[in-house]
């Protein structure tokens, strides 16, 4: 029986979402749920926090994730399974859903969904390239994504590698001007479903650029990338943002566990078919 047990730690020693076998022995480092059992928490400053509607939508959105990962996992780059890839998408959409600033200022919470909603306004009318959540994908990244491009150190500066998004229905050659291929894209970034195509499909560009500079993958590793566009443990280490991000990301890890395992709880209920070590 495989279950997917993720590891926590706010470091950045290379360490991934792995899989463990309910015969696997234990090793030095524990499980978020492992450690929970043993009543220890985790010694984060950052609470998570998932707006109830979010929540909802994460779980109608769970088979969308699991089906993307499916078809952007590159096990032979990312030495992950298919679910553990669905885990870091998971958690990024967790983190995306809400900033540092809110953390710091919990009151502006409620006003978060206003926020996004107005720079996909801006978006659809002046072709802005704002962010748009969920995935906090900006448009010119997402036409990145279409014109399968991974940009990469200099001199190469672009590869391309075979990316698709399913579901898209842009044509990026159809458009009179950036404005409106930008507007375009924001419809699609904006919804749900296609968010999450995207960030899959961006996902395994992070994988591509780890493999282009000869890195081991690791859920930092793609968080970085997805954040800032690194994927270095040298680079990461000189990017406090980068750094803030995996910190922050690590506090969402049960989370994104839960869901991707069908769990309520840390450990899963016997029958399942996972069951927590």
Not at 48 to 73: C, D, G, K, T, W
């Amino acid at each position: 029986m495989v279950v997917c047990a993720i590891l926590i730690a706010v470091d950045l020693t290379p360490t991934k979402i792995t899989s463990a076998s309910t015969n696997t022995k234990p090793t030095q480092q524990t499980s978020y749920a492992q450690r929970l059992n043993k009543g220890h928490a985790p010694t984060l400053s950052i609470e998570p926090y998932i707006r109830p509607s979010f929540a909802e939508q994460m779980r109608q959105l769970r088979p969308v994730i699991l089906q993307a990962a499916q078809r952007h996992n590159r096990p032979e780059i990312s030495h992950m399974t298919d679910q553990e890839f669905a885990a870091v998408i998971a958690l990024i959409l967790y983190n995306e859903n809400f900033g540092s600033f809110e953390d710091r200022f919990a009151s502006v919470r409620p006003l978060t969904p206003l926020y996004q909603q107005l720079q996909v306004e801006a978006n659809e009318l002046s072709g802005s390239n704002f962010s748009v959540w969920p995935a906090n994908l900006r448009p010119s990244v997402a036409l990145e994504i279409l014109r399968q491009e991974v940009p990469v150190p200099a001199p190469t500066m672009v590869i391309t590698r075979p990316i698709t998004v399913t579901g898209s229905k842009i044509d990026i050659n159809s458009y009179q001007s950036e404005a409106e291929l930008y507007a375009a894209i924001t419809q699609e970034i904006n919804d749900p479903v296609l968010a999450v195509s995207y960030l899959a499909a961006n996902l395994e560009r992070g994988l591509y650029r780890a493999q282009y500079e000869g890195v081991p993958v690791t859920w930092r590793t793609l968080a970085a990338w997805h954040n800032q566009g690194i994927v270095s443990p040298k680079d990461i280490r000189r990017n406090p943002t980068a750094r803030s991000y995996i910190y922050r990301s690590s506090a969402y890890i049960p989370s994104a566990y839960m869901l991707i395992n069908g769990c309520e709880s840390i450990r899963c209920k016997k029958g399942n078919g996972r069951q927590a070590k």
